[in-house]
């Protein structure tokens, strides 16, 4: 079985800086880490490997210094790597960012499985992982929470639905997007780190892209513009009660209810 | 002596002149959570508690107190394991919790002033979102400073750090008669005289109540990298340590923990742990200003954990990476104690070197007895965390196991050279030990400065040195 996951780097912390102009992300200089739901995509993908036989290939899209989050996945398991890049690419939006990952997936190999965690934390729309199997033409299922199990030519998953689970069989060559805590991620390995830190990866750039139209790339592909980006207010609110065991129960147990977090 | 006063409804209107009648709890009042702490064994409910909000208040309650022959005890979050906050002569309870506030944060000094009742974990928070960084790091992070400054805490980056007492530099106390003083202050030295700055840190509340505390700060180290190092076993893992500690490689923490302890985490946290491949792990914290530095600090560590029989070095370098590890780490007492009935703890420390030695011996101990001994703890320093399990034996059963079980561990900490407490603290439920541990002379000087400090004995009676 052939596995992908896709991977991203984004911004270790919430300090980021943007790009007045341009409403783009400054990268350089920023803290970065591989996306956390990514995590899970490639853990996702190393166990059905170590379940199933098969390699796992990693594939990012970003500026040069991105190449880190796939030695970081060789790592974690991963088997090769590829990354695409090039200036055109830069400031693509949620459509010329699937476009340009499907080119480069297609350029990349053949794949049974694709798999890309639920969604990044810096762009948080969970669309390009489902766009990128509509521009590979492949079946998708989006929230998977849980592999039931894998046969010869398809794969029997759990889809979580804002109200209840859909089992589903989908055939190969197919694209999942996968829940956090479907399994704990694994912790890079000090071993693989040095038994990997030379290895070679591809790399993609615009000449490499079947589709040769400079207007479906990076800002000029992208219709949608983003006006600012800025770290989410957060919304925590505590309140300090004071009672008998009783009244403090009673008072939990009206609160939870009056914000339904109970029926 | 004297048989100490109850506390009457009379002294409830007396003591409601100088503090707000509705900070003071009364009788039916009187929450059972204030009856003991997190493990010491038996209720003692104090008369009344006093939520006090201000050093006038607590001199005018001891002054009081000790006018009137009152037993009074101080506490702060009740998160302690020896009973050194529980009324064991009821009396007044002095609850420190409400003066929780910061005070000032002097960058220039770089110190923090606070008041007792202010938590750990928001005392980290506070000072770690301006860049400064208070070392000590006790596993339960809802103990409030005072009660940490009177157990000289210790935790987990005792290894580089050290423990609670290099952090304080000066205390607002209340002596026992209502005398309000400051010991120690934002010097950086002092040779002047005897330090009763360092004779009250640790002192269980037995000397005096701390009412401020100026704390040392550091500036906050930009990265920190955690290695979970998976052994075949138990030994190999600790017999890693010596060497690491003789690399001169100095990790902030190094802690052990076995796999039967971290399935009881998982299942208390409902959430899985990072690798399940080995029966014992090592996990160790290092910081610096860059990834790069870090790595360049624990190459050497990993290459003496190859040596030693680790099957990999699993690298957390980033929030959430580390958070899984440590969140079960940080579980492990509450998760064992959810694995059984009752439990009652020891918090021995012995040389770094004779920790494997006394770890073999609990295995042993454990089939010797029958009875379930539950370990981890801090490899990096000798202070170990063994948690002897209650399970279905009946009550009588029960204290027969304890009483042997401890005191064979004790008497083994003893032969290791080792200490009764490494950061508990001694309490009630100690004492017993820790006089079997020191020389008669060195409890008898103990007791004398008891005497001095608290003449009429009205401050936490009972406790670490006193019968």
Partial sequence: MKILVCIKQVPGTNKVEVDEKTGVLKRNGADSKMNPYDLYALETGVRLKEKYGGTVSVITMGPPQAKAVLYEAFSMGADEGALITDRKFGGADVLATSRTLSQGIKRFGDFDIILCGLQTTDGDTAQVGPEVAEQLKIPSVCNVQRIEKVEKDNIIVDMDMPQDIERIKIYFPCLLTVQKDIYQPRLPSYLKQKETSKKDIDVFTFSDMEDQDENKYGLNGSPTHVQRIFPPVSDKVQQHWQGTTEELAVKIYETLKEKKFIA | ?467
């Fill in chain 2, 1 to 467: 002596m004297k048989p100490y006063k109850q506390v009457d409804e009379k002294d409830l209107n007396n003591i409601a002149e100088f503090i707000d009648r509705d900070r003071l709890l009364w009788a039916k009042e009187v929450n059972e959570e204030y009856s003991h702490d997190e493990l010491s064994a038996g209720q003692y409910y104090p008369d009344i508690v006093a939520r006090v909000v201000s050093t006038e208040e607590v001199a005018k309650l001891m002054r009081y107190a000790s006018q009137n022959n009152i037993a009074i005890t101080p506490r702060g979050a009740g998160t302690g394991l020896v009973g050194a906050s529980v009324a064991i002569e009821h009396g007044i309870m002095l609850d420190t919790t409400l003066m929780n506030h910061f005070l000032e944060l002097d960058e220039q000094n770089l110190t923090l002033t606070l008041e007792p009742g202010v938590l750990l974990m928001e005392l980290a928070d506070y000072v770690e979102k301006r860049g400064y960084f208070y070392p000590p790091d006790p596993g339960e992070k809802s103990a409030t400073i005072g009660g940490n400054i009177s157990t000289n805490a210790g935790g987990m980056r005792a290894v580089k750090f050290g423990v609670t007492r290099d952090y304080i530099r000066g205390l607002e106390i209340v002596l026992a008669d209502g005398t309000v003083m400051t010991v120690g202050g934002k010097a950086v030295k002092n040779s002047s005289g005897y330090d009763l700055k360092d004779v009250i840190i640790g002192s269980e509340g037995t000397l005096a109540v701390i009412t401020k505390a100026i704390l040392k700060l550091l500036p906050l180290p930009q990265k920190t990298v955690s290695l979970l190092v998976p052994f075949p076993t138990l030994a190999q893992a600790i017999g890693a340590v010596p060497p690491i500690i003789k690399s001169k490689a100095i990790p902030t923490a190094i802690e052990f923990m076995e796999r039967e302890v971290i399935i009881d985490a998982e299942e208390y946290l409902g959430r899985k742990f990072p690798d399940n491949q080995a029966d014992a792990y090592l996990l160790l914290k290092f910081d610096g200003n860059t990834l790069e530095e870090i790595a360049s600090y624990y190459d050497g560590v990993a290459q003496i954990c190859l040596e030693q029989g680790a099957a990999d070095i699993l690298i957390a370098d980033t929030e959430e990476r580390a958070e899984a590890i440590w969140k079960a780490r940080g579980a492990f007492l509450e998760a064992i104690k959810s694995s059984t009935t009752m439990m009652d703890e020891v918090d021995v420390v012995v040389p770094r070197s004779m920790v494997n030695d006394f770890v073999e011996y609990i295995h042993d101990l454990q089939k010797e007895i029958g009875v379930r001994i539950k370990c981890f703890g801090h490899a990096g320093d000798g202070n170990l965390h063994a948690y002897i399990l209650k399970d279905q034996l009946n009550d009588e059963q029960w204290q027969k196991v304890l009483k042997a079980t401890m005191e064979k561990m004790y008497t083994k900490a003893r032969s290791l050279k080792g200490n009764v407490s490494g950061e508990h603290g001694i309490g009630y439920a100690k004492k017993e030990y820790l006089k079997e541990s020191m020389p008669d002379k060195a409890i008898a000087i103990m007791q004398g400065i008891k005497q001095v400090f608290d003449p009429l004995n009205i401050l936490n009676p009972h406790k670490v040195c006193q019968d």
